[in-house]
């Protein structure tokens, strides 16, 4: 019973690399997403998809990729590393129950990244 | 536009003793729905509670209660007897009736002292 896998847990880049997060749900879920975590902050949307083929930006999507191949997984790119994306990153999904009612989020265990 | 306040940064109490969390939101949906989570030091998110716009019924599990009031756009959590355990992270977050964004408050910062 995975539920929402996330990896790397920590990763160290430098400014200007790229990266995958990856994400992976194995509870079938239609609505994945991704949020960051920064001190003060509380969880901020990067980007969300309601099923594979679609994705939609969220709050704080700029220098972030994403696409949604398979109900599975979801990850997220990072196009040209900044140490403004130095963060906590948090995948999630939900299942969608109907009449535009999610169940409650659950969350993978994060990935901290730090951009030097 | 959708938004949630966490007034309490941090909070400290002494073991045994009450405390309430304070959630404030804003939207202009009469269909959302509020959440809590609780983010323990090992850095998880763990989903403790969901309410529909249309139910004001306050709730009770175990030692935690939610009292939610339309009238004053509050979703208070009150931990009651609080243990050593309770020491966290609790966010409180809103979702519009479409589902797909959850927006979260900045978290109030719990810790309980033995």
């Known amino acids: 019973n995975a539920g929402v896998t996330q990896t790397p847990k920590f990763q160290v880049l430098k400014t200007g690399q790229s990266m995958t997060l990856q994400c992976a749900q194995d509870m079938n879920h239609e609505y994945m997403s991704w949020y960051r975590q920064d001190p003060g902050m509380g969880l901020r949307l990067i980007h969300y998809?309601?099923?594979?083929?679609?994705?939609d930006q969220g709050e704080v999507p700029n220098g972030y990729n994403v696409s949604r191949s398979t109900t599975e997984d979801f990850p997220l790119r990072l196009l040209s590393a900044a140490p403004s994306q130095t963060s906590v990153y948090f995948c999630?999904?939900?299942?969608?129950?109907?009449?535009?009612?999610?169940?409650?989020?659950?969350f993978g265990n994060g990935t901290r990244l730090t951009v030097t | 536009a959708q938004k949630v306040t966490q007034a309490q940064t941090e909070i400290s109490v002494v073991e045994k003793e009450d405390v309430t969390l304070d959630c404030v939101y804003e939207t202009r949906d009469t269909t959302y729905y509020l959440f809590w989570y609780k983010q323990p030091p090992s850095g998880e998110l763990v989903f403790l509670i969901r309410?529909?716009?249309?139910?004001?019924q306050n709730e009770i599990s175990g030692r935690y209660s939610w009292n939610f009031q339309k009238s004053t756009s509050s979703f208070n959590f009150t931990i009651t007897a609080s243990q050593v355990v309770d020491s966290a992270v609790y966010f409180c977050a809103l979702t519009r009736n479409t589902g797909n964004q959850f927006y979260f408050g900045t978290g109030t910062s719990l810790t309980v002292i033995p």
């Open positions: 999630a999904s939900s299942a969608y129950l109907g009449t535009g009612v999610n169940s409650p989020l659950h």
């Open positions: 998809s309601v099923g594979a083929g679609i994705t």
């Open positions: 309410r529909n716009s249309f139910d004001e």
